[in-house]
Structures are given as structure tokens and as C-alpha cells.
């Protein structure tokens, strides 16, 4: 939009003083009331829409609560956890400009031929109080990189390596051990997941209960997968 405006003006921009800064980029924004935004998912469904479905899933959440309080089991906010995984480009754009209250936003892909060495995907790891555990970023490779590199890695970060930088079943289990379970807080825990297949390895699940003092509890009602009704970090 800056480079657009200079275009415009021409030579005339350095006559006129015009710098495009922040200051002239919220009034123009005010201005023609618009607002930044991200491509609509089109596969989401209304609020409304999701609501009977919420209720039911919710209420199912108490009463499990219930039956670990019964027990002599409380689960405070802090051990009630949630991790999903979202992909991202790194070094590409994936916003445009668009009228304030816009329903829709449709954005064109300009991915390139090599766009999945572009490719990662971020794990999210948040309890109910709003405490975050280590980002965890999974990059394409075999994690054959030097100790010079690593010593540049953020501390707040663990990096992880898959073949195709997707979160995998060995992905998890080495998630489980290295980032969930040095960070996770002491005592019976729940961990929220969706129905993907890399949450359900036998591995990874295994450890949770037995290593983690943690029950997977995934996200499903009956047959309904809950994921797109009860999502926490899908499409961060």
C-alpha cells in the first residue's frame, strides 16, 4: 500500500514531504474505513450454528470433572490443557486490505514451485489460566544442523525436524518428552486434542498417562469429530 502511494504521487512525494509513515497509514486506514485482514476459512460453520453441539461438549467436560472431583481429584485451570498444531509459510503474506465488516476475504495463492521448503508447522501447548508452554516449530529435514545454529535458536522455542514438517506419531512422543513433560505442572492433568491420527499413537498416549500423570481427552462427541466447534488453537 506505501509503495502503491508513492507510485501515485510521483515525483511530487518528496516536494510534498510524504513519508508514508505509521501516522498516515492508520488515518488512511480510518479514513476509507478499512481493516487488515487474513483469508476466510471456508469450511467454518456460524456460531450459532455451533452452538447446541458447544453445549453438549461442554457440559461432557463437567461431568468428567465431576467424577475426578468425586474421587478426590481436582483439575485446576492449570492442568487443564489444549495443543493443536498450525501450518504456516514463513517469508510469504497471507493478508490483504479489505472494508471494515467484511464477511469474506479471499486471498490468491502465489505459492512457488519450492513453497514446501517454506513450510513449517508451529504446536501450541496452552492451560486454562493462559500459561503457554515452549512453542515447539517442526521445519523440514533430518535435524542434521550445526551446534553454531542451534546456539542461535530462541530459548523460548524448541525445534523439531520431520520429513515433511508435519507433526508425526515419533513427533509427539519426542514432544511428550522433551518440551510437555519438563514444562507440564506436577499433578493429574487433562490434555485436550483433536481426533488427529498423530494424537492417537499408542506411544504417545501411553507416555502421557504413565510418564506425564496426564489423560488425553479428545475432542469428539459421539461420532461428531468437535474440533470445528470447540477449536482453541486451529488456524492460529
Known amino acids: 500500500m506505501k509503495a502503491k502511494a508513492f507510485q501515485l504521487l510521483g515525483d511530487s512525494a518528496e516536494e510534498l514531504g510524504f513519508q508514508g509513515g505509521r501516522s498516515w497509514w492508520k488515518g488512511f486506514m480510518g479514513r476509507w474505513k478499512l481493516s487488515k485482514r487474513v483469508g476466510t476459512n471456508n469450511k467454518s460453520d456460524s456460531l450459532i450454528n455451533r452452538l447446541p453441539n458447544l453445549t453438549r461438549y461442554l457440559v461432557g467436560v463437567k461431568l468428567l470433572l465431576q467424577r475426578r472431583a468425586q474421587k478426590g481429584v481436582e483439575v485446576p485451570l492449570n492442568r ?4 493443536d498444531q ?6 510469504g ?3 490483504t486490505i479489505a472494508p471494515i465488516g467484511s464477511r469474506s476475504v479471499y486471498i490468491k495463492s502465489k505459492n512457488g514451485t519450492n513453497s514446501g521448503k517454506r513450510f513449517c508447522t508451529a504446536m501450541l501447548c496452552i492451560s486454562a489460566d493462559g500459561c503457554m508452554l515452549k512453542t515447539a516449530i517442526i521445519f523440514t529435514g533430518q535435524g542434521l544442523v550445526f551446534k553454531k545454529e542451534k546456539n542461535l535458536y530462541d530459548k523460548d522455542v524448541d525445534v523439531y525436524f520431520t520429513k515433511n514438517s508435519w507433526a508425526d506419531g515419533a ?20 490434555l485436550f486434542m483433536d481426533n488427529f491420527s498423530a494424537h492417537k499413537q499408542p506411544e504417545f498416549t501411553s507416555y502421557l498417562r504413565e510418564k506425564c ?3 488425553p481427552w479428545f475432542i469428539i462427541l459421539f461420532i461428531l469429530v468437535m474440533t470445528e466447534y470447540v477449536r482453541v488453537l486451529c488456524g492460529i
Open 171 to 190: 513427533f509427539m512422543l519426542e514432544w511428550a518428552k522433551n518440551t510437555f513433560l519438563p514444562a507440564s505442572p506436577e499433578g493429574f492433568k487433562l
Open 86 to 91: 498450525t501450518g504456516f509459510m514463513f517469508g
Open 80 to 83: 487443564r490443557m489444549n495443543v
Open 93 to 95: 503474506n497471507n493478508s
Open 213 to 215: 500423570d496426564t489423560l
